[in-house]
């Protein structure tokens, strides 16, 4: 509250503040609490007599939500309540094939300032949906509350699907109440989940979807009881999607990789205070992602990687997904990222981090010969392995390969 307070000094426009519950050792006489207000007898009225403020739905701004910041600082994606009303609208279609179970009970991990948490936690809401919430991820809570809760669906990031691939731990919890996993936020191997599969046998469904910030939610998704293993989904509602030539624009089709670009009206306002970054993004109403992904007969979608994150070496394209997702499949590897260090001859030479499971161990050489007996040559692991205690990534689950970058650049100490 005193933040607060102190913020709004500077903030003309802000007429009172009110506070919910009791706070002890603040000045509060400013600042009116809730339950007063409900009691002040000029604010009651009956539910004829109250009307609903006149607002342009498509043009009021609802929401100040920051991008994810992976490739340099956080812009504010303002998001207008025709926005969230449209994502709300698509949860509802596609609630179907994701709730099929009565009493269901949903954990609730991820971020609320986050696209992706917000939106979901006011669907489960609105759906009357039963919400187990944890502040932070910690191993036995997280897992307890599964199992104490009766947990039967969960929303998670890439980072939770490893853990739940690559933890012996989960065979001391019972996890048989969960049925259906739901992720996003980042690419992720289909072999990740196949392992998740295998950890929890009562999962019936494991399913992902893309969006962004951008697009205030989910713009692929998938409407079958089946989610096609490895896809995103399709396009959502109301939505179009197409996939373009990284260097021409040239609109491709089935099953050839670029950059996917939506537009519909998911798609945000812009970024706040920031017109040359929303120039930028959204070309004749076309959002560029900067996603690289394909589409197959189906018009199912898949999610390649970062367009910014694409590592090249000698001219060919290498996705630091793909390297990441078959490093995770060697048994000694916990945790694995990928990034491109610059060469002189070549470009950029594709580079690993690893985090090796507890009380297993791995050498850098077998490690990169792991890979190279899996890859194409442009693919090896040339730039080196590098063992590491844990990969930075930000809430929602993404890598933050800025940091990698960061920590190659910094000149080692003489010993």
Known sequence: MENVQEVCKDAPSVQEIIHIGHTSGINLSRTPNFKQILKDPKNKMTEREYKLPQIDKEQNDGFILMSSGTTGLPKGVVLSDLNMLEALGNLEETKRSMFTLPNVCSLGILPWFHSYGLVTLICLITK??????LPRFEEKTFLNAIQNYKVTHAFVVPPLMVFLAKNPNLMNYNLSCLKELFYGAAPLGKDTEDEVKQQIPSLTKVQQGYGMTETTLTVLGSRGSVPVQGS?????ARTWGKVIDMETGEILGPNKRGELCFKGPTIMKGYYRNPKATQDTIKDGWLHTGDVGYYDEGKNFYIVDRLKELIKYNSFQVAPAELEALLLTHPAIKDAAVIGIPDPQTGELPTAFVVLKDNLKASGEEIANFVAERVSNPKRLRGGIHFVEEIPKNPSGKILRRVLREKLAQPKAKL
């Open 128 to 133: 009357g949906v039963r919400i187990v919430s």
């Open 232 to 236: 995103a989904g399709v396009i959502t």
